[in-house]
Nanobody, 117 residues
């Protein structure tokens, strides 16, 4: 089991920046992929960015060039640096991990990001 806690959400004006953090605990060594998802009201949850255990990253087209995902293995923490925020980035952001050969998914409770125009 992996326990995930997000932090860093809040209210920001368009064009501003926020950094989200996801602290992981539990079966850390089994984590293969760490990712950020988001869900806006009335919409499906979507992948924002992901980073593998070897450091490979991928991003949703809508955030490429604006967001950066990173992980600090020493601190068991993942980050999402969000720059040039837009109102359409408003959503609850969730931390996700995929662990082990069985690809077990763990989720945090989410953190609200609101971008005002």
């Amino acid at each position: 089991q992996v326990h995930l806690v997000e932090s860093g959400g809040g209210l920001v004006q368009a064009g501003g920046s926020l950094r989200l953090s996801c602290a992981a605990s539990g079966s850390i060594s089994r984590i293969k992929v760490m990712a950020w998802y988001r869900q806006a009201p009335g919409k499906l949850r979507e992948l924002v960015a992901a980073v593998t255990s070897d450091g490979s990253t991928n991003y949703a087209d809508s955030v490429k060039g604006r967001f950066a995902i990173s992980r600090d293995n020493a601190k068991n923490t993942m980050y999402l640096q969000m720059n040039s925020l837009k109102p359409e980035d408003t959503a609850v952001y969730y931390c996700n991990t995929v662990s082990g050969p069985e690809q077990y998914n763990s989720w945090g409770r989410g953190t609200q990001v609101t971008v005002s125009s």
